[in-house]
Every structure is written in structure tokens, then in C-alpha cells.
């Protein structure tokens, strides 16, 4: 899991109106709780790591019936404050009205955000995405500077033409970082993700627009105590890196539970 400011080590239906009852006050509250329980889910994960307890957490798949969590109410709030459920959200793939939503804020730069795209993401799309049953909502959420922010204004600017996942997976095929994001180089992955107008394009993503749209996205991170990258809200309960698949997989079988018992 990367972390900021230093460099890591390793038939659609819209959001009902109840989200905008969340004052700043408040969603600042809920930021703060999110942020001690991302910590201490990471120590957690952490700890079971280093002792070699062999313990690992219980999948979907395992039969057994997801434990109810006291946090759920804080899961709850979470999720109304950041999952947008927007219709023809370029950046965001599975249909608004899915039971639970998966936020992810992550960085080009990030090597950790580019291994859960290509490990965990297509099997979660192929799994619960194509099934109703998931919606992913990708953030920008650039910590690393002026390439990771210029990578982000070009996803954007790809999402104009259709393309946002094409260009997001060929960014993230392999680790790139500085150079390797420069514009001349983002146009050529725009290029191979399919994007037509590259003319548009550029113009999109020195535009500013792009840049609102980026810095709207970090602001919401921010605001609601994300530090780290990749970062996930799943129904609203917090994921701190890209853990196994069969972390993500118990997330969204809590989250579905909770969604059924209108919790």
C-alpha cells in the first residue's frame, strides 16, 4: 500500500437525496473514525502477516454466513457520502442501482493500485460487476506529484471518448512512473486504448476541466481521511491496499448482507 507524502516501500437508478443530508461537519466526523479504522485494519493485516499465523479471512465462497459488524451504521454513512451512483459516470463500471458499490482512490504512479487492477479487478468485474451484484467507482487520487496528476487528468480526458478503463488498464499493464507519464507518452497509450481524437484528447487533458474533475475527487478522499493509495470503500467499509481477492470478496458479501437487511 503506497502511502503519502514519501514514496511507497512496496435500469439504473440515481443516488436518492439522502446523501446531501451529510453537513461538512459531519462527513469530517465520519473522515476522522475512517481514517483509525484504515489503520488499524492495516496493523491488523500487518500483524497476521508477520507472525505467520496462517490466518486468513473468510471468502464468499467459504459458505459460512458474513459476521455483522458494529461499525455497519459508520458503513452505512460512508457509503451515501462517497458512492456517486451518477448514470453515465465514465469512470465507473456495473449499473447505479447495484447493492453495493466498491470506491477505489488510487494513483497511476502506484504500484500497488496497478497490481489490484490486474489481479483482483477483472476477476471482481467477471464475479459480481456482470452480475448486478457490484459497481466500481474509480477516484483519482494522485499523491505522487505533477505525473501522477497529468495521468489522472488524462484517464479523465479518455473518459470523454468512451475509453477511461481501455486507457486505465494500459496505464496500469505495467509500473510507470515519471517519464513514462509524460504527455507524449499518454498519448500513445490513449492511442492503443482506442481513443479516436487525439487532438481532443490533449486539448481535454490540459483543459480545465480535467483538473476540476481531478481535484474534486481528491477533495472527497481527503474529506473523508483517505492517506493512502489504493484505498477502498466496499458498501462503505474501508480496504487499506490491494489485499486478496478473497478480502474484497468477504467486503462485498458484508456489504450485500447489510444492504439485503437494510441496515
Known amino acids: ?9 512496496s435500469g439504473p437508478a440515481k443516488r436518492p437525496s439522502k446523501r446531501s443530508a451529510l453537513t461538512p461537519r459531519r462527513l469530517a466526523a465520519i473522515g476522522a473514525v475512517l481514517a483509525l479504522v484504515v489503520a488499524l ?3 491488523g493485516i500487518a500483524i497476521g502477516e508477520n ?18 459488524d458494529p461499525q455497519q451504521k459508520l458503513y452505512t454513512e460512508l457509503d451515501r457520502a462517497a458512492a456517486r451512483r451518477q448514470d453515465g459516470d465514465a469512470l465507473a463500471v456495473g449499473t447505479a442501482d447495484a447493492p453495493v ?20 479487478q477483472p476477476e471482481l468485474i ?8 457490484l459497481r ?6 494522485p499523491i505522487f506529484g505533477k505525473d501522477s496528476e ?43 486504448a482506442g481513443v479516436a481524437d487525439l487532438d481532443r484528447f490533449r486539448a481535454d487533458l490540459n483543459g480545465p476541466e480535467s483538473a476540476a474533475a481531478v481535484k474534486k475527487d481528491q477533495e472527497e478522499g ?8 489504493p484505498s477502498f470503500l466496499v458498501g462503505g467499509q474501508p480496504v487499506a491496499g490491494a489485499q486478496p481477492l478473497d478480502v474484497f470478496e468477504s467486503a462485498i458479501a458484508r456489504a450485500k448482507a447489510a444492504k439485503q437487511s437494510g441496515k
Open 101 to 120: 458499490v466498491l470506491v477505489e482512490y488510487a494513483d497511476y504512479q502506484c504500484s500497488y493500485c496497478g497490481k489490484f487492477t490486474r489481479d483482483s
Open 136 to 141: 466500481i467507482e474509480f477516484r483519482n487520487f
Open 41 to 43: 485494519v492495516a496493523a
Open 51 to 68: 507472525t505467520g499465523s496462517g490466518t486468513r479471512h473468510a471468502s464468499a465462497s467459504d459458505g459460512a454466513a458474513p459476521a455483522a
Open 222 to 229: 481527503y474529506s473523508i481521511g483517505v492517506k493512502s493509495t
Open 150 to 192: 497529468r495521468a489522472a487528468r488524462a484517464s479523465w480526458a479518455a473518459g470523454r471518448q468512451g475509453k477511461f478503463w481501455q486507457f486505465h488498464d494500459e496505464v496500469y499493464a505495467k509500473t510507470r512512473k515519471g517519464d513514462a507519464l509524460a504527455e507524449d507518452k499518454l498519448t500513445d497509450m490513449a492511442r492503443t
Open 126 to 133: 467477471k464475479k459480481y460487476v456482470d452480475e448486478g451484484v
Open 1 to 9: 500500500m503506497s502511502r503519502t507524502p514519501s514514496r511507497p516501500s
